[in-house]
Each structure stands twice: as C-alpha cells, then as structure tokens.
C-alpha cells in the first residue's frame, strides 16, 4: 500500500475557525483526493489534483480549498469551519489518472475526525 | 450518475462459516476496487478488480464486468472481518469520471 498519513488524527474546533488538514504521501503519486465520510451518505469527493498546483473541484467542494505546492503534500482548507462540515476526511492517491489504463487503483490515508461544534 | 448496489447490506455469521457479498454496477467501468472499513474506521484495499477473478490468501473476487457485476468472497471468517464492505467504482464515461462511486456497504459481523 502506498505510505499515506494524515495530521492531525483528531481535531475539534469551533464554528468560524479557519481549519488545515494535511496529506502526506511516500509513493510518489501524482493523483490525490480529498473525501469526506458521512452516515447516510457514504464516501463523497471533495476536491482532487492531477499535479503539482493542478486541483479541481469534487462533488462536495463548497466551503473548502486545496493547495498542492509539492507532490507528496496534499493540503485541505476549511476557511470558517461550520457544524455541517463535521465529518471524517480521508486523503487517497492513485499512480495513474482515475479513469482510464491500468494502476489507478486508489489507496487511502488513516482519515482524520474532525468536529465543529 | 453510476448507481452501485451492494448486498446483502448485513450480514451476520459465525466463525468459520463462508460468505458471498455481491456488488453491482449500471454502466461499465474503468476501476472496480473492494475495501474493508475495519471497527476504527481505516479504509483497507481488498482488490482492485475491474475484470477477472483474483484471490488473496481466504478472500477472492470476482467482476463479470460484461455482466456489471462483482462478487468478494469470504471463506472461513474470522472476527477480525468484521465491519463495512464497501464496492467503488470509476465509470469508464461520463462527467464522473474523476472518483471513485461508493456503494452504501454490506456491515458484516462475524460472532466466536
């Protein structure tokens, strides 16, 4: 599996506070993901990157930004964190682009808890 | 949107005993991966499989990929399967095809 971790593990916060989650990657993956895990509506992409300063919106990306200033560091923003962004937030990456060819399977980071309150 | 169907979505076994989860899928895929959420929520890869039959050690898979479907097999379970299966795929078209779509999960349980 590809060496992925994320930091921090756990983090509570209050509602209007900036938050950082980062993303640190050892495989040299060009593709990374942002997902976020929910009851009810499962695993949900946030924003992704195809290289380095190459990102692009997901399907849940209102209320967040990236950054990618290195391949191996994929960096999650929650500008003024709100009680709806509550969630689990996994980091993946994938070798290959996500559609198409061989060796795009993803694989994922240990998630980090975040609550708002 | 691909829609992804798993069942069963529980499922409860004894020690020992085989299980056949299954997973289907409405449009042709580029990626078809199986994980395992374990009990402290770490998302595990099983299989990348979107085509062909793989085994690894009492798990094997199988995707009929002209069919849309994908079977995980579970032979002797142990209490260390339990928790959330989970099928994703990438369609091979269409505006979505960017992630991987999760279907909702079979929560397997295995009691000593």
């Known amino acids: 599996d590809a060496g992925i971790t994320q930091s921090p593990r756990h983090k509570v916060t209050e509602t209007g506070t900036p938050v950082t989650l980062r993303c640190h990657q050892t495989?040299?993956?060009?593709?990374m993901y942002w997902y976020r895990q929910d009851p009810g509506h499962g695993l949900r992409l946030i924003h992704y990157s195809y290289g380095v300063k190459d990102t692009d919106k997901g399907e849940v990306s209102d209320g967040y930004s990236v950054s990618r200033s290195k391949t191996e560091d994929f960096l999650l923003t929650l500008e003024s964190a709100t009680s709806s962004q509550t969630s689990v937030y996994f980091c993946a990456t994938s070798l290959n682009p996500p559609s198409g060819g061989a060796y795009n399977e993803q694989f994922f980071g240990p998630g980090t808890r975040l609550t708002v309150l | 949107g691909i829609q992804v169907e798993q069942s069963p979505p529980d499922l409860i076994l004894q020690e020992g005993a085989n299980s056949t989860l299954r997973c289907n899928f409405s449009?042709?895929?580029?990626?078809l991966q199986w994980f395992h959420q374990n009990p402290w929520g770490q998302l595990i890869n099983l299989f990348y499989i979107p085509s062909g039959t793989k085994q690894n050690g009492r798990l094997s898979a199988t995707t009929v990929a002209t069919e849309r479907y994908s079977l995980l097999y579970i032979s002797s379970s142990q209490t260390t399967d339990s928790g959330v299966y989970f099928c994703a795929v990438i369609p091979r078209s269409g505006g979505s095809n960017y992630k991987l779509t999760f279907g909702k999960g079979t929560l397997l349980t295995v009691n000593p």
């Open positions: 449009d042709s895929v580029n990626n």
């Open positions: 495989e040299n993956h060009r593709y």
